[in-house]
């Protein structure tokens, strides 16, 4: 689908600058078309200096889902963190950090990460 006809669970308008901003990150349209909250969430070494290394990620999309690059865009972190408030503790983790939500909790634990590239 182009991005273009996505349709946002939150209009453009109503993201708030919650974060200083910190870059872009990629995000799958479970979290910002479906409305689901963040499930799992790495970090890796950025390989361009306007991206903050972050991915997000439902945690529910099948390996069908996640190879399809339709499902998939660059945000500002600022963005995902208005779909899910409960990833700003965590933002300043270092790179190769991979966490988890703990279910029915806005807690994350640290999971063991293997860069997918």
Not at 74 to 83: A, D, R, S
Not at 96 to 103: D, E, I, P, Q, S
């Amino acid at each position: 689908m182009n991005p273009l006809e996505k349709k946002f669970k939150i209009p453009g308008d109503q993201i708030r600058q919650l974060i200083p901003n910190m870059g872009g990150c990629y995000a799958t349209d479970r979290i910002v078309v479906d409305g689901l909250k963040v499930g799992y969430m790495f970090r890796e070494l950025p390989d361009q200096a306007v991206l903050s290394g972050w991915t997000f990620m439902s945690g529910d999309e099948t390996q069908e889902y996640a190879d399809n690059a339709d499902n998939w865009a660059l945000y500002q972190v600022n963005t995902i963190c208005n779909y899910d408030p409960s990833i700003i503790p965590y933002l300043d983790e270092v790179y190769g950090t991979a966490l988890g939500r703990v279910a029915g909790t806005d807690q994350f634990k640290e999971e063991p990460f293997e860069s997918p590239k």
